[in-house]
């Protein structure tokens, strides 16, 4: 019996899976074949969210694309590479345009920000204060542990690895394996061979 109703229930999230991919396709900038954007917790401007193949963003996602803000003009919108898998209650937040690789691992409440609040002007609340932006780009292959933190102006390289917990300032280069606060290179992996794996095909 129990059996059956956890079934049955499996069956039921998947069918609200599917509702809620159905209710906001239609408003995205696109969407590709087999990609999925379960119910979020905010999306702002829509229109400016590309995802491509076999995308999958989990519940509760938070985002934004800013195009207006504090009286100024932006260009936010957020690109996201086949394959690449998000898991629950990540906040991605755009003012220009941000960049997510191929079969990127994103694990739960990561926040990725290209923007932070001026606060020179101490007439005016940091609220109602233009914002500094810097475009970050997330390259193919890369693994955000759970609670990463990825601010503005940082690359990181193609297959990277980034331990949970880590708040990345500054560019990580390919297949390295940084944590901390800051985070910092602990060691480096080896970039695989294109040619090893045409022989071993």
Same mark, same amino acid.
């Given at each position: 019996?129990? #059996? #059956? ?12 899976? +599917? ?16 990609? /999925?954007?379960? &119910? ?7 229109? +400016? =969210? ?8 989990? #519940?509760?996602? +938070? =985002?934004?694309?800013?195009? #207006? ?39 739960? +409440? ?13 007439? =005016? ?41 880590? /708040?990345?300032? &500054? ?17 480096? @992996?080896?970039?695989?061979?294109? @040619? &090893? ?5």
């Amino acid at each position: 019996m129990k #059996q #059956q109703l956890y079934a049955w229930l499996a069956r039921l999230g998947r069918l609200r899976q +599917r509702l809620w991919n159905l209710l906001y396709r239609p408003f995205l900038g696109s969407a590709g074949t087999g990609a /999925v954007l379960e &119910k979020p917790l905010m999306l702002t401007n829509p229109h +400016r =969210l590309f995802l491509s193949e076999r995308v999958r963003i989990a #519940q509760g996602a +938070r =985002l934004e694309n800013i195009l #207006q803000y504090g009286g100024n003009l932006y260009e936010g919108s957020i690109h996201i590479g086949e394959g690449t898998h998000i898991e629950p209650w990540v906040h991605i937040c755009a003012a220009a345009p941000l960049h997510i690789g191929k079969n990127v691992l994103m694990a739960s +409440r990561v926040y990725i920000s290209d923007n932070d609040h001026q606060f020179q002007n101490r007439s =005016l609340p940091v609220l109602l204060q233009p914002l500094t932006v810097n475009p970050v780009q997330i390259e193919d292959n890369v693994w955000l542990g759970e609670n990463v933190v990825v601010l503005k102006g940082v690359t990181i390289g193609e297959g990277a690895v980034i331990g949970a917990g880590s /708040v990345v300032t &500054k560019n990580i280069p390919p297949y390295a394996v940084a944590a901390g606060i800051p985070a910092a290179v602990k060691r480096m @992996q080896t970039p695989p061979n294109p @040619q &090893k794996n045409i022989k071993e095909a």
